[in-house]
C-alpha cells in the first residue's frame, strides 16, 4: 500500500479544486457575507503567505482570539497547512487562565476579532511570547488599539501571495492545532491536535453511521470554533465540500432560528443550552426549520424533554453525543441501529438520551474497581478510552500521568453500557452524590426535571450533610409562563414516580439563571461554593 500522509492540505486542495463554487456563509459584525471555496482557498493561501512574511516558522503556535466566521475559517487551515501550530484560544476564560494559555502554549502571533481586543489590551503586558497581533475586522483600518505591533488582516491578505503553496511533505504526526480544557479546577490542560488525528477525525464524521457529514449538507457549527476545533465540523465540511454557515460573534436563538430558515441547514451542532433557547424561540415564533436532518447535542446530557420536543413536535432527528478536548473531540452518538426502527419514539428517545454507539475507529470500555463493568444498562464505573484521534498526554503538563494509563485516556466521567453497547454518561467524578455510602447520579435528576414543561434548566449538585455524607440539592429556572406557579412541592411530586425515595432532593432552589462554563455547561463549582454550608447554616 502507497504510505501517503494524512496532511490537512489535501483537505482544502479538495475543495478548491473539486467545489470551487459551493459557499461558506459567514455572519461578522457587518453582517451576512457570502464566499465561494475558490475565494476562500485563496484568501487561505494569502493568509499563510502574509503570517509568514511577518515572522511564522514551522513549529510556530499561532493563536486565534475569535467567533466563528470564515477568517477564522481561513486560519483553520493557512496556520497548519504553513507547518505552524494553531492554537484556538477559548474568548471566554478569565484573564488569569487567558495568561496562563497563551504563554504556556508560547503563542507568537494573536489573531484577534476587533470586539474582544479590549480583552488581550487588559493582558497585553503579560504576554511573554507574543510578538505581534492581527485584528480581524471587516475594514482594512484596524480600530485604535494599545496593542503593538498590531496589524490588519485585511490588509495583510491584499498583500499576500494567492498562489502561496502549502507545505506538502511534512510528516502526519506533525502538530496542527491545540485547544485549553475549560478548567473548572486548576490550570486549564493542554491537548494537541496532528494532521494525522484531524483527518481521520473527519472521515469517521462522514461516516453513514455517524454524523454522515456529506457535500449535500449545509452544516452551521454552533459549537465555538475555538472549542474543541467546533466538534470537528469546520475541518470535515471543507474537506467534502460542505456548504458552511458560521453564525459569527454574540449569535441569538432568533439568529440562528433565521439562518436555518434562510440557509437551509441540514446539519448543526451545539451544547444542549443553545438547543434549549432555540426551542424557546420556536415556541414564540414562526419558523420553517424542516431541512434539518440531524440536530447535534453534546457537551452535557440532553434532557428528555428537549429531544422529544424536537423529534415529535419539529420532526427533526436529535442525535446526542459524547466527547472531549483531549478526543478531537466525537466519541460516541446515539444514532439508531436498523433493529431499532420498530420501536416506539418513546423508546427512541430514551436512546436518544444516551451518549451512544462508540463510534468506528475507537475503542471504549467501562471499568470500575472491579474491572470492566457487566453490559446492564445499570453498573457504572469510569468510561475509558483510545485510539487514533484520541491524545496521548497534555502539552508539557504533569498532570498527564493522572488521565493516560496503559495507552487508555480515562476520561473521568462515570458511565453505563447496555446489552446493544449503548453507553449512558451517569456524572462526572466530581459530581456523583454519595449519600448513606450509596451513589446518586446528579445528571439522571437533572433531565428528569428538565423534562418537566415548567423547567427551563436544572443543576442538582451534591452539598455536605452532618448524617448522610451528602445529599442532592437542585437548582431550577422555571419558564416565564410558569413562575409564581409551579413550587418545590410540585417538582418533588413529579420525581418521585421516577426514583426511589433517598434519591430526591431535599430542597429545590429556584433561580433566576444557573450559572455556565466558558462553553455553555452548567457551572456546578460555584453552586457547590454558593451552598456548601446549606446544612451547618440551617443548624
Known amino acids: 500500500m502507497m504510505d501517503t500522509p494524512l496532511l490537512l492540505t489535501s483537505m482544502m486542495e479538495r475543495a478548491e479544486k473539486y467545489f470551487p463554487r459551493k459557499e461558506v456563509i459567514s455572519r461578522t459584525a457587518s453582517g451576512i457575507h457570502r464566499f ?13 503567505s502574509a503570517l509568514t512574511k511577518i515572522g511564522l516558522k514551522k513549529g510556530d503556535k499561532i493563536g486565534t482570539f475569535a467567533w466563528n466566521h470564515h477568517r477564522h475559517l481561513e486560519a483553520y487551515f493557512a496556520v497548519p497547512c504553513s507547518g505552524a501550530v494553531l492554537h484556538m484560544v477559548n474568548i471566554r476564560l478569565t484573564q488569569e487562565h487567558l495568561t496562563y494559555v497563551i504563554n504556556h502554549a508560547e503563542d507568537k502571533i494573536l489573531l484577534i476579532d476587533p470586539d474582544l481586543v479590549p480583552i488581550i489590551e487588559k493582558i497585553k503586558d503579560q504576554l511573554t511570547t507574543v510578538q505581534c497581533f492581527v485584528i480581524m475586522s471587516d475594514e482594512k ?6 496593542l503593538h505591533p498590531a496589524f490588519s488582516y485585511e490588509q495583510l491578505i491584499d498583500d499576500g501571495d494567492p498562489a502561496f503553496n502549502f507545505i506538502s511533505d511534512m510528516d502526519e504526526r506533525t ?6 480544557t475549560s478548567a473548572t479546577t486548576g490550570n486549564p490542560k493542554g491537548v494537541v491536535y496532528t494532521h494525522r488525528g484531524i483527518v481521520l477525525h473527519s472521515l469517521a464524521i462522514g461516516l453513514a453511521d455517524t454524523l454522515g457529514l456529506c457535500e449535500r449538507d449545509v452544516a452551521m457549527p454552533v459549537v465555538p470554533m475555538f472549542h474543541v476545533n467546533a466538534w470537528g465540523l469546520p475541518f470535515a465540511a471543507v474537506w467534502y465540500g460542505t456548504k458552511q454557515v458560521l453564525p459569527g460573534p454574540s449569535f441569538t436563538p432568533k439568529i440562528l432560528a433565521e439562518l436555518i430558515e434562510q440557509e437551509k441547514v ?3 451542532g451545539g451544547v444542549p443550552t443553545i438547543w434549549i433557547g432555540l426551542l424557546k424561540e420556536l415556541e414564540e415564533n414562526q419558523y420553517d426549520i424542516s431541512s434539518i436532518r440531524a440536530l447535534v447535542c453534546g457537551g452535557a446530557a440532553s434532557p428528555k424533554g428537549l429531544i422529544r420536543a424536537f423529534e415529535e413536535k419539529y420532526k427533526v432527528p436529535f442525535i446526542s453525543g459524547y466527547g472531549m478536548t483531549e478526543t478531537s473531540p466525537i466519541v460516541s ?15 427512541k428517545i430514551v436512546i436518544r438520551s444516551k451518549t451512544g454507539l462508540v463510534v468506528p475507529g475507537l475503542d471504549i470500555r467501562v471499568v470500575n474497581e472491579n474491572g470492566d463493568v457487566p453490559c446492564d444498562g445499570a453498573t457504572m464505573g469510569e468510561l475509558i478510552v483510545r485510539g487514533p484521534w484520541i491524545a496521548n498526554e497534555y502539552y508539557k503538563d504533569e498532570r498527564t500521568n493522572d488521565a493516560f494509563k496503559d495507552g487508555w485516556l480515562y476520561t473521568g466521567d462515570i458511565a453505563v453500557m447496555d446489552a446493544d453497547g449503548y453507553v449512558r454518561i451517569t456524572d462526572r467524578t466530581k459530581d456523583l452524590i ?10 439522571a435528576l437533572e433531565n428528569a ?14 452539598i455536605p450533610h452532618p448524617k448522610w455524607q451528602e445529599r442532592p440539592l437542585a437548582c431550577v429556572v422555571l419558564k416565564d409562563a410558569y413562575r409564581n406557579q409551579i413550587f418545590e412541592q410540585d417538582l418533588i411530586l413529579f420525581l418521585k414516580g421516577q426514583f426511589s425515595n433517598w434519591w430526591l432532593p431535599d430542597e429545590i432552589i429556584f433561580l433566576k ?6 462553553v455553555g455547561k452548567f457551572l456546578k463549582r460555584t453552586l457547590r461554593d454558593q451552598w456548601k454550608h446549606y446544612y451547618s447554616n440551617a443548624e
Open 266 to 268: 441540514t446539519i448543526t
Open 333 to 347: 452518538l446515539s444514532t439508531l441501529t436498523s433493529e431499532m426502527d420498530s420501536l416506539s419514539l418513546e423508546e
Open 175 to 180: 502538530p496542527a492545532a491545540m485547544c485549553y
Open 36 to 48: 465561494t471555496y475558490k475565494e476562500i482557498g485563496e484568501r487561505t493561501r494569502r493568509l499563510a
Open 434 to 443: 454519595k449519600s448513606g455510602g450509596e451513589w446518586i447520579s446528579s445528571v
Open 449 to 462: 426535571l428538565m423534562s418537566h414543561e415548567a423547567v427551563y434548566e436544572a443543576a442538582v449538585i451534591a
Open 141 to 146: 483600518e484596524i480600530p485604535e488599539t494599545t
Open 513 to 518: 439563571e444557573i450559572p455556565k462554563t466558558s
